[in-house]
């Protein structure tokens, strides 16, 4: 018995061995990708590659994308290549470059390389990660709803919540036993009836009930795990297994709710006829185009299912109540930390407000010059997304360099090393609006401030006059 246990451990043993050199041979193997390819590289280590460790929630991937900009920049480096995992990645490192892949050879790149498994998470397959012809079609039946014309209509909506932002602070700061306010968890349930008020019509009353399943959904959503982290790895460098595994990117109860709500709202307003100006009913129109049913429904976005409908306002809802309650938390904490900028930005509110009646109207928006560009510094200094990525769906022939990038490959255009980057910006970690009045905009390369990205694949909700 003694003997035959000792041969099972051996076995087992030798097999465990085994398969580690096999995977350490795999990624030895794969990580020559680029020297194959005579592009240089940012030298990976086994596992990870060059980016850091997924069950490692504390350690920013800001930071990480920072740091691999920061090392090919300094060696000169126009277009390197670095590895996530077993995957290779380009890293657009040069501007002219960026300019190129996002905008002028756009075709090359229109996909991202996001993660979509339609089956098991329905509510991942919304605009900002399919691509292709389903994307161009639908991108260019919503990109109406934000016209000036749109959002001027909805301003109304966002001046009444803005009186409640301002009856709760008052009230919480009156408060004897009042100390501090959360602002981010302020602002976050700000945008949140924002956000659910104008693109959907429905009150999400995060005021008055901060328990909400709107909010909560919210939060759990963006409130990173180990086990988050790990799926997150899993679908971006092993789509094939996560698809397998069966991964989500939404939380299945997050996607019963937030189905479950906009199916009770489409309903409501079919059965009653009722219409309203916002981006839900713009998607109803989609999902009831009668050429696109007629047709046979392809995917194509001439009609939308109810489960499309539902994840292209779950990206709607995610991306208009996080980035802005994010950003105008960083605003604040720029502002109280530079009583000078403050006292400008308050000074210029002021002047705006007497010249409109004291009333915030629409156009006044416009004459709030200097804020826009607090605005737009907190964005240089605090991004939304550190990064955005592109998938190449041709082969291409990088411009002026004997590089060429293969179809299938993901690029990332590091947006927070452009930032940050010394070339454009003196003293970057500084806080200094000057940087964006017109004439400072003027002299710097347009892509070295792209907080919304850029090219057809922009934010859709960039605000443009």
Same mark, same amino acid.
């Given at each position: ?14 097999? @465990? ?106 509510? !991942? ?70 956000? !659910? ?31 988050? !982290? ?7 460098? *092993?789509?094939?297994? !996560? ?72 990206? @709607? ?145 960039? *605000?443009?006059?």
């Amino acid at each position: 018995m003694t003997t035959f246990t000792g041969n099972m451990l051996a076995d087992a043993l030798a097999v @465990f061995t085994s398969l580690l050199l096999i995977i350490y041979t795999y990624f030895k193997w794969t990580y020559q990708y680029w020297a194959r390819q005579n592009v240089p590289y940012l030298e990976p280590t086994i596992p990870f590659g060059n980016l850091s460790n997924p069950l490692n929630i504390k350690e920013s991937i800001s930071d990480t994308i920072k740091s691999l900009y920061d090392r090919a920049r300094a060696k000169g480096y126009k277009f390197c290549g670095v590895y996530a995992m077993a995957s290779p990645i380009g890293l657009i490192v040069d501007l002219e470059l960026a300019k190129h892949v996002m905008t002028k050879d756009f075709s090359n790149f229109v996909d991202r390389d996001n993660f979509v498994n339609i089956k098991d998470d329905p509510l !991942g397959s919304h605009l900002f990660s399919i691509g292709g012809k389903k994307w161009r079609n639908l991108r260019v039946k919503v990109t109406p709803t934000f016209t000036s014309s749109k959002l001027k209509a909805m301003f109304q909506t966002l001046t009444d919540c803005g009186v409640i932002l301002e009856r709760y602070i008052q009230e919480t700061l009156t408060k004897e036993d009042a100390i501090a306010v959360d602002i981010k968890e302020v602002f976050a349930r700000f945008t949140t009836d924002i956000i !659910g008020s104008c693109a959907f019509g429905i009150e999400c009353n995060s005021f008055k009930e901060p328990d909400s399943l709107f909010r909560v959904s919210g939060q759990k959503f963006f409130t990173m795990t180990k086990m988050k !982290g790990l799926r997150l790895a899993i679908r971006s460098n *092993f789509p094939a297994l !996560g698809k397998l595994l069966k991964i989500r990117a939404v939380e299945k109860d997050i996607t019963e709710f937030f189905v479950k709500v906009v199916e009770d709202t489409v309903a409501y307003r079919e059965t009653n006829n009722v219409r309203r100006n916002d981006v839900l009913q713009l998607l109803i129109d989609i999902k009831n185009n009668k050429e696109g049913r007629e047709n046979g429904y392809k995917g194509d976005s001439k009609s939308l299912t109810m489960d499309e409908l539902a994840a292209q306002c779950f990206i @709607f809802f995610l991306a208009g109540f996080e980035t802005s309650s994010t950003t105008a938390s960083f605003v604040l904490y720029e502002l109280a930390t530079h009583q000078d900028i403050q006292d400008k930005v308050r000074e210029e509110i002021r002047t705006v407000l007497a010249k409109h009646n004291h009333k915030i109207i629409y156009d006044s928006l416009s004459e709030l010059t200097y804020m826009k560009q607090v605005i737009d510094e907190a964005l240089r200094k605090y991004p939304p997304l550190p990064m955005v990525s592109r998938l190449c769906v041709e082969d291409y022939k990088v411009p002026g360099e004997d590089i060429v990038i293969e179809k299938g490959t993901r690029v990332f255009i590091p947006i927070v090393g452009y930032h940050y980057d010394k070339e454009y910006y003196d003293n970057p970690t500084e806080f200094d609006p000057d940087r964006f009045t017109e004439e400072n905009k003027k002299a710097r390369h347009p892509y070295a401030h792209i907080p919304f990205g850029e090219g057809p694949r922009v934010c859709i909700g960039k *605000f443009r006059r």
